[in-house]
Nanobody, 120 residues
Framework: EVQLVESGGGLVQAGGSLRLSCAASGFTFDDYAIAWFRQAPGKEREGVSSIDMSDGSTYYADSVKGRFTISINNAKNTVYLQMNSLKPEDTAVYYC?????????????WGQGTQVTVSS
């Protein structure tokens, strides 16, 4: 059974940092790409970042470039999202997802989400 478990969300002031973790199990980690999505109240879910396990290539939405960094720990089957210089508009529920198509960011499995709140 595929499982994706997020952690690391919380409340932080604008300009602060958080690191989200996504612990994956139930599939061969190296065969897939993992992405982070977020959904703010009243808005559609959007792709934030992804990493292709096969070659380490990454993607970042324009809104987070230069502030967020995605990385992996293969030994722990864990993907991280380091979020720096956080802004109130980064407030959202952040979801980890296993992609089945990288360019279009089609999701095969979702995690349960973790809340990130950035206060001004």
């Amino acid at each position: 059974e595929v499982q994706l478990v997020e952690s690391g969300g919380g409340l932080v002031q604008a300009g602060g940092s958080l690191r989200l973790s996504c612990a994956a199990s139930g599939f061969t980690f190296d065969d897939y790409a993992i992405a982070w999505f977020r959904q703010a109240p009243g808005k559609e879910r959007e792709g934030v970042s992804s990493i292709d396990m096969s070659d380490g290539s990454t993607y970042y939405a324009d809104s987070v470039k230069g502030r967020f960094t995605i990385s992996i720990n293969n030994a722990k089957n864990t993907v991280y999202l380091q979020m720096n210089s956080l802004k109130p508009e980064d407030t959202a529920v952040y979801y980890c997802a296993r992609l089945i198509d990288i360019p279009s960011m089609v999701v095969g499995s979702w995690g349960q989400g973790t809340q990130v709140t950035v206060s001004s």
